[in-house]
């Protein structure tokens, strides 16, 4: 579930025990890094956008629940750092962090910024080009998830009812062309969220 793409991995397998998120984030100066978080029981991922020694966004999956935001993040982390099944080493949760370009950082910047407007969309019933031109000047988000597994697999960020930037996830490539997504949800079955961009 990498949102994100990896550009120069700066920091690999940091072990989250001896990481201290707020003080590592705050020597990180004026560059723009993505923080990929593993866990190796249970295969669930997190992701973390860091900007100008801040972070100003946390998108982390845990099961089926999304949390957006620092706190609720390092609650979580702490939570499970404290449980039974990081206590094997083979279990414990590791840290990349990964420097990224301005050009493709912005494009998806604002899913980081977002409230939910319609959750759980299923793709059979969305038209996504019919759905974009309803959104007419208004900034939106969007996140399409498989629905067997709840993986991200491609994102989407619409404003003025056009396609500004999207991810899919199988080539890790930023494009402006609906048609892989398009596609994408036409032969998995997928979920679409919509949130609205925060400014």
């Given amino acids: 579930m990498l949102l994100l793409p990896r550009e120069h991995i700066l920091f690999e397998h940091l072990d989250v025990d001896f990481v201290d998120f707020r003080k590592f984030v705050a020597h990180m100066g004026e560059q723009r890094f993505s923080g990929y978080i593993h866990y190796h029981s249970t295969h669930e991922e997190a992701l973390i956008l860091f900007k100008s020694g801040n972070m100003p966004g946390i ?13 609720a993040f390092i609650k979580a982390i702490n939570e499970i750092d404290q ?7 083979s279990e414990h949760a ?13 494009p998806l910047y604002t899913l980081f910024h977002n409230e939910p407007v319609q959750v759980g969309l299923e793709s059979e019933l969305v038209e996504l080009p019919a759905l974009i031109h309803t ?28 396609l500004l930037g999207g991810y899919h996830l199988s080539n890790r490539q930023i494009s402006t062309d609906l048609s892989p997504i398009i596609a994408l949800i036409e032969k998995t079955d997928c979920l679409i969220d919509i949130y609205r961009a925060k400014a």
């Fill in 83 to 89: 449980s039974d099944r990081l206590h094997s080493p």
């Fill in 59 to 71: 998108y982390y999956r845990y099961g089926t629940q999304t949390v957006v935001g620092q706190r």
């Fill in 94 to 106: 590791v840290v990349d962090l990964c420097e990224l370009s301005p050009d493709k950082i912005s």
């Fill in 135 to 162: 959104l007419h000047q208004k900034t939106f988000t969007g996140c399409v998830r498989c629905a067997q597994n709840d993986r991200v697999i491609a994102c989407i960020l619409l404003n003025e009812g056009e």
